[in-house]
């Protein structure tokens, strides 16, 4: 599949098999994301793997919209050091999710971006259960398995949002 194919035909997916995911793909996605461009090169993120039934059964207690976590084998946190980086961690956070989507979804898994900044109680309960630091603030959690469905791409090109030299 080449990029803009990946880009075209990604779609959020929250049902999945029991299959596992191997170790080497999840590298394969942590290497993704880490492509990703950031302000400064200042790669102001950190990655938390969870594939412990635990951790993962316990997400939904505090995030609304995440019950398809009982059902992944595998969820990646992308988080960002607001110490060590610019004023930009969130975009280069968002930048380096989008492409673990993509990898993902390139590589035949199913994945969905579960939003945890900017909602306070996400972060806080999100930041305690992960054994975060006070400096580390955890932007996205990526759902990820292998796919129980299988969904078609939308166009969502409007012309009307698109404004030539001037609006
Ligand atoms: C910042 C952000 C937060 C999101 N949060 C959630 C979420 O909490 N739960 C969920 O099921 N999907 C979440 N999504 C996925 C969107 O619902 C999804 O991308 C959107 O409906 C478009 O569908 P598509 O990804 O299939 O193109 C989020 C997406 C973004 C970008």
Same mark, same amino acid.
């Given at each position: 599949?080449?990029?803009?194919?990946?880009?075209?035909?990604?779609?959020?997916?929250?049902?999945?098999? /029991? =299959?596992?995911? +191997? %170790?080497?793909? #999840?590298?394969?996605?942590?290497? $993704?994301?880490?492509?990703?461009?950031? *302000?400064?090169?200042?790669?102001?993120?950190?990655?938390?793997?969870?594939?412990?039934?635990?951790?993962?059964?316990?997400?939904?207690?505090?995030?609304?919209?995440?019950?398809?976590?009982?059902?992944?084998?595998?969820?990646?946190?992308?988080?960002?050091? /607001? =110490?060590?980086? +610019? %004023?930009?961690? #969130?975009?280069?956070?968002?930048? $380096?999710?989008?492409?673990?989507?993509? *990898?993902?979804?390139?590589?035949?898994?199913?994945?969905?971006?579960?939003?945890?900044?900017?909602?306070?109680?996400?972060?806080?309960?999100?930041?305690?259960?992960?054994?975060?630091?006070?400096?580390?603030?955890?932007?996205?959690?990526?759902?990820?398995?292998?796919?129980?469905? +299988?969904?078609?791409?939308?166009?969502?090109?409007?012309? $009307?949002?698109?404004?030539?030299?001037?609006?």
């Amino acid at each position: 599949m080449d990029a803009v194919e990946a880009i075209l035909s990604r779609r959020s997916i929250r049902k999945y098999t /029991s =299959q596992k995911i +191997s %170790s080497d793909l #999840v590298e394969e996605l942590i290497k $993704a994301a880490t492509a990703a461009p950031s *302000a400064n090169n200042s790669q102001p993120w950190h990655f938390v793997i969870i594939n412990e039934r635990q951790i993962l059964d316990s997400i939904p207690e505090f995030h609304p919209y995440s019950s398809m976590l009982y059902f992944a084998p595998l969820a990646i946190a992308v988080c960002g050091d /607001s =110490q060590a980086s +610019s %004023s930009y961690w #969130v975009q280069d956070c968002s930048a $380096a999710t989008e492409n673990i989507l993509l *990898a993902a979804h390139a590589r035949g898994l199913g994945a969905v971006w579960l939003g945890i900044y900017p909602i306070k109680q996400r972060v806080q309960s999100l930041r305690e259960l992960l054994a975060l630091p006070e400096n580390i603030i955890p932007l996205s959690l990526i759902s990820l398995g292998y796919p129980a469905v +299988s969904k078609t791409p939308e166009n969502r090109l409007n012309p $009307a949002r698109v404004h030539f030299n001037r609006w």
